[in-house]
């Protein structure tokens, strides 16, 4: 039965509502619409979510419809995209449907409107039916067209279908009222003609329904219960409502809700696509896109986008949201999950003096200490060289570095705690390797040298390190609101992207997998790229360990 544990969002409320009274005899239908003419991004996730979710919650189902009606955009790549990304954030759509599928049908509903002398012909040009629609404030005035004979619209039609007119040479309208002070009542067009080929049906039509025409009717066609849209849909719904009782077909209702907009992110296709096609990013699914597949390549996991939405929650006003916010559900999430590995990123070489040359310890690494039993664990060996951080050592340390510098002791994770006692430089001054002694009983878990140290270094053992690149990723805009800005592209971040060419990780990293966690300890969470190959290893850093950006940037 029905939860009430927490307060309903107002689409849960229409939806029990709806459930109380019986209507739709208790069933709950609902539907993912996109129009296949780009990859799916955050905002779409959220759709995904709140359709998805209502079907999970009341036992209903959703289907996934193709709103494929423009045949120029659209594509079957995006198709497959969207597939894919909807079942990874772990949702399985009842029917795979095609806007397209009811072409047949949606012409037959337009022949029964113009029977009902409800639609007509009009051979005016769009630049003369948008004048003769007036304005907000003036009504609208007729077209010469608009007092056709049923018959005659009828056989236009049929003539438009047949391909006897060229692109723009008519259209078909809606005959509503042309004094509404709803400008979508003011005759809209119902269907345009298109001489191109569709991507599923080929040369069959070319005719194409507009998207009010289409939406509502495919909508009812499939007997959808709740059909949810962004608020941008609010002045189209009289439209919605009004196609569906002239056609006296199955009464589906449209609810809005307001869309996500999020900080430092772009979120519509027509933008992501130019990013790609203009070669601001690499592709679709480049890992600092805010699209579902650059997210997934980047490491977010599907749990953490899921919690997100949820927490987010659906509201009825636009809104801008955080992209910290869900930064921090990537974190709250891998934290749980993701593996403990040791890489080091900038390098500078550590030696154990008195560490027996050619000695090789096979040490034990928990995989994941966050939970009971640690997942099991993996081999670090350790030996006489090892790499450290370069910014792991100072020469001159101040008081509370709690790190390595001349003096300074530090326990190397897993391993031993080390002293340093000299370093050596270049003829630059920079320092190219530091000396240190090591206390053989103070290994880690066995410990009895009884000295206590405040700092705990990451390394990898020099002999065994795998050579990998890294790549460092920070917001693709450098201001909160790149759609703002008179040109998006002005705003995009130089340093989105700092490539790490030579970073050396633990032997055990050449069985990672693409979309496994990894937090590199105390450096933040990675994943192995989707496109690394064997022989070069690459690495995406999925998020840092802390919110670094609201410290530099606020
Ligand atoms: P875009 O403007 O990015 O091209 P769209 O709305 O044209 O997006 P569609 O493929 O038509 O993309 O969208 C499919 C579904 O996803 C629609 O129901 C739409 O309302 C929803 N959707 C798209 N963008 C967002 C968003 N930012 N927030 C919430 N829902 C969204
Ligand atoms: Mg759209």
Redesign the pocket.
Known sequence: MIEEDKSLNFIEEIVEEDLRNGTHDGRVLTR???????Y?????????C??FGLAQKYNGKTNLRF?DTNPVKEDVEYVNS?KQDIQWLGFQWAEELYTSDYFETLYQYAVELIKQDLAYVDDSTAEEIAAAKGTPTTPGVPTPYRSRSIEENLQLFEDMRAGKYKDGEKVLRAKIDLASPNMHMRDPLLYRIKHAHHHRTGDAWCIYPMYDFAHGQSDSIEKITHS???L??VPHRPLYDWLIDKLEIFPSKQYE??????TYTV??????LQLVNEKHVESWDDPRMPTISGMRRRGYTPSSIRNFCERIGIQKRENMIDISLLEFFVREDLNKSAWRRMAVIDPIKLVITNYPEGQVEELVGENNPEVEGGEGSRIIPFAKELWIERDDFMEDAPKKFFRLGPGLSVRLKHGYIVTCHDFKKDENGKVTEVHCTYVPNSKSGEDTSGLKVKGTIHWVSVAHAKEVEVRQYDRLFQVENPAAEEDFKASINPNSLQIVEKAFVEPDLLNAEPGKGYQFIRLGYFTLDSKSTPDHLVFNRTVTLKDSWAKVNK
């Open positions: 993912f619409p996109p129009e296949p003419n780009g799916l991004h955050i905002g779409h996730a959220k759709s995904i709140l359709n709103d969207i949810v849209c962004t941008e849909f809700f307001a869309r996500l907009n999020m979120m519509s296709k027509r933008k992501l």
